[in-house]
């Protein structure tokens, strides 16, 4: 059963950084794409971020340039890097390679409020 876990959430004042990370059990999550997503309250998930198995990268506009996502396939990880955070970046953030509802995680929250 693949399963996909998110740790690394946080409140954190606006222009602040965290590192949200991702682990998958059940897959060789070397193997595939990875993508971020987020839900705000009341809003529909968007994504964020895809990171290729080759390591080719794509963003969301209203992040570009101040997230990063990343992978250590030695750690079976991928990561996002999220700089000057926004108080509009609070969300619940989640992680998942195209599997089914079972498979996504709770997620991690992300507070950014001074």
């Known amino acids: 059963q693949v399963q996909f876990v998110e740790s690394g959430g946080g409140l954190v004042q606006p222009g602040g950084s965290l590192r949200l990370s991702c682990t998958a059990s059940?897959?060789?999550?070397?193997?595939?794409?990875t993508t971020w997503y987020r839900q705000a309250p009341g809003k529909q998930r968007e994504l964020v971020a895809t990171?290729?198995?080759?390591?080719?990268?794509n963003y969301a506009d209203s992040v570009k340039g101040r997230f990063t996502i990343s992978r250590d396939n030695a750690k079976n990880t991928v990561y996002l890097q999220m700089n000057n955070l926004k108080p509009e970046d609070t969300a619940v953030y989640y992680c998942?390679?195209?599997?089914?509802?079972?498979?996504w995680g709770q997620g991690t929250q992300v507070t950014v409020s001074s």
């Open positions: 059940g897959i060789i999550f070397k193997l595939y794409t």
């Open positions: 990171i290729t198995n080759g390591g080719s990268t």
């Open positions: 998942n390679s195209g599997f089914g509802p079972s498979s």
